[in-house]
């Protein structure tokens, strides 16, 4: 069974930090993305990557940047936090032609 | 742009009856249709999914309707149980070049189903 993990499932941090929240998957998958989950938009896609090293924007990229040094890992870097960063964010992974596996997500909460 | 619309923010259904979520899109070019079931505080897992080839897809008490000329599909869960209240999303891929492709999400309903 697929296992996307996100390192925290509640995050509180301050304006102006930097912030990152990383994602772990087991299946080899190429393919990883990062979405945010707002009340009344959806979900929106923030980045994803379908290679190592490699990133593509999604809709709402700013202020926000991402990693992918090793297959499994992705991550996700709020550069200088903000209040409107406050969300809900999801990683997902998938293999090429398969639904995409999310993680439970981490609320993070930005004061 | 809007492409994957879910219209309804919210429905609810007594426990026994049908309940219909509806998704609209307007990209013609979406061959392949996806609904993904999410609990509060995890992440969305997937349901179930539909070609453009089809005009229905059947899974227990899941089944998918796709009306291409409309660019209308429905999700019928038939009997309704209180373990249904989620939210639904409803999903199309779009290319995203380098032969992959990224889901285009809607909005979401909010299924509550009443004992």
């Known amino acids: 069974d697929v296992k996307v993990t996100q390192s925290s499932r509640y995050l509180v941090k301050r304006t102006g930090e930097k912030v990152f929240l990383e994602c772990v998957q087991d299946m080899d998958h190429e393919n990883m993305f990062w979405y945010r989950q707002d009340p009344g938009l959806g979900l929106r896609l923030i980045y994803f990557?379908?290679?190592?090293?490699?990133?593509e924007k999604g809709d709402i990229p700013e202020g926000y940047s991402v990693s992918r040094e090793k297959k499994e890992r992705f991550s996700l870097i709020l550069e200088s936090a903000s209040t409107n960063q406050t969300s809900m964010y999801l990683c997902?992974?998938?293999?090429?032609?398969?639904?995409?596996?999310f993680g439970d997500g981490t609320r993070l909460s930005i004061l | 742009d809007q492409q994957v619309k879910q219209n309804s923010p919210s429905l609810s259904v007594q426990e026994g009856r049908i309940s219909i979520l509806n998704c609209d899109y307007t990209n013609s070019m979406f061959d392949y249709f996806l609904w993904y079931k999410k609990y509060p505080a995890e992440g969305p897992t997937f349901l179930i999914s539909?070609?453009?080839?089809?005009d229905k897809n059947e899974d227990g008490r899941f089944t998918v309707f796709l009306n291409k000329s409309a660019k209308h599909l429905s999700l019928h869960i038939v009997p309704s149980q209180p373990g249904d209240s989620a939210v639904y999303f409803c999903a199309a891929p779009t290319d995203s070049g380098a032969g992959s492709y990224q889901l285009t999400f809607g909005k979401g309903t909010k299924l509550s189903v009443i004992p």
């Open positions: 539909i070609s453009s080839i089809k």
């Open positions: 990557s379908y290679d190592v090293k490699m990133k």
């Open positions: 997902a992974s998938r293999s090429a032609y398969q639904p995409q596996h």
